[in-house]
């Protein structure tokens, strides 16, 4: 087999490219270990090109996500993972090499891809739990998905590759994606945000007033897309009854995850949508309904909740260390514990409740 056609994939993104800025030779940065021989990057590599409108920034492409070489995959319809990363970072006046952070950030996308399996895509947010840029004084501490405006999907000899950009997003613009959706948000952010290009220095784009006018206007309007939420805190413990005494059944909920829980549970359920919170080996699904209760199946716990008993739980549910009662609800009772956040080295920077 020819040089050429083993990477056949990864030469489709060089013609977009190509395409898309020319002869423009791109900074390129390859893996030197391979990740299936142990190495610890991921994607074979990462492409920069150098761009100067509507504002002079970098344009980071992935390579790795999608099968650059032999058609490995059973899936006929897409390439790999079916898509690429791209980003778009501001760039200073005397800028000449792409910070190695942003680098770095891409790679951790890989990393995150390869053990979980779980894919990105437009209108996806994450939560970076800090700075994207690590011990910078940035307010952008999320990452935002979206269509690279430039790049449509394209077709290669292993099967379509998306091209989807990842934007630096601050704290109350991803509530305000959960809480209503993430494509939405970043249209309205779009004139002050061109092509989505990320700058470190800028601050929440809420904080304009058309912005929060229409993001409340579209809450209050749409309610809330996010009909799934991972959470890391999250248990149930049934009812216990015994000759002397009666034990409620628990929800546990971790106080980082409890305020926007609360958020959602008015976006969704009082908009007759469900809501699903997954964790490792529990889901806990609220369904609206007449009648307020609860059932277990397996590892699922479905709860009903009417609109009142909805709007009160939502009231309830604050990032603060405690347990209450639903009155809808009798027998149960919901725990909000604290949540100690860590950083890559496992130390606990913050802890919420």
């Known amino acids: 087999m020819s040089e050429e056609v083993e990477a056949r994939g990864w030469d489709a993104i060089d013609q977009e490219m190509e395409r898309l800025y020319g002869t423009q030779e791109p900074k390129h940065y390859g893996t030197i270990i391979p990740y299936a021989l142990g190495g610890n990057d991921p994607l074979n590599g990462i492409s920069a090109y150098k761009v100067e409108t509507p504002v002079p920034h970098w344009h980071f492409v992935t390579y790795g996500f999608s099968e650059l070489y032999e058609k490995e995959s059973e899936d006929l319809e897409y390439s790999g993972y079916g898509f690429e990363l791209t980003f778009r ?9 792409p910070p190695a952070w942003a680098l770095n950030l891409l790679q951790n996308m890989g990393r995150y891809v390869f053990r979980s399996g779980n894919v990105f895509q437009s209108g996806d947010y994450l939560d970076a739990n800090g700075p994207i840029c690590l011990n910078a004084d940035t307010a952008l501490t999320a990452l935002a998905f979206t269509e690279d405006p430039d790049l449509p999907t394209i077709d290669t000899p292993n099967g379509k590759v998306q091209f989807i950009q990842m934007v630096g997003i601050t704290k109350d613009e991803l509530q305000a994606m959960q809480t209503w959706n993430t494509l939405g948000l970043l249209e309205v952010c779009q004139p002050y945000m061109p092509y989505y290009i990320t700058d470190l220095t800028r601050v929440s784009l809420l904080e304009t007033p058309a912005v929060a006018e229409a993001v409340n206007a579209g809450r209050e ?29 628990k929800l546990t909920l971790g106080a980082k995850q409890a305020d926007i829980v609360g958020k959602l549970l008015r976006g969704r359920l009082l908009k007759g949508k469900d809501l699903t919170l997954v964790s490792s080996g529990l889901r806990v699904v609220f369904e609206p309904g007449e009648q307020a209760g609860w059932k277990t199946e397996a590892e699922e716990v479905h ?3 009417h ?9 309830k549910l604050l990032p603060k260390a405690g347990a209450f009662e639903v009155a809808s609800l009798p027998g149960a009772v919901i725990e909000v514990v604290k949540t100690h956040i860590k950083d890559n080295e496992g130390n606990v920077v913050e802890t919420i409740g």
């Open 89 to 97: 970072l501001n760039r200073g006046p005397d800028e000449e090499e």
């Open 221 to 249: 309007r749409d309610g809330s897309n996010t009909g799934f939420l991972f959470v890391d805190q999250l248990a149930w413990e049934p009812e216990k009854k015994s000759l002397f005494k009666k034990t409620p059944a």
């Open 303 to 305: 709860i009903t909740l």
């Open 307 to 315: 609109d009142a008993a909805a709007a009160e739980l939502s009231q």
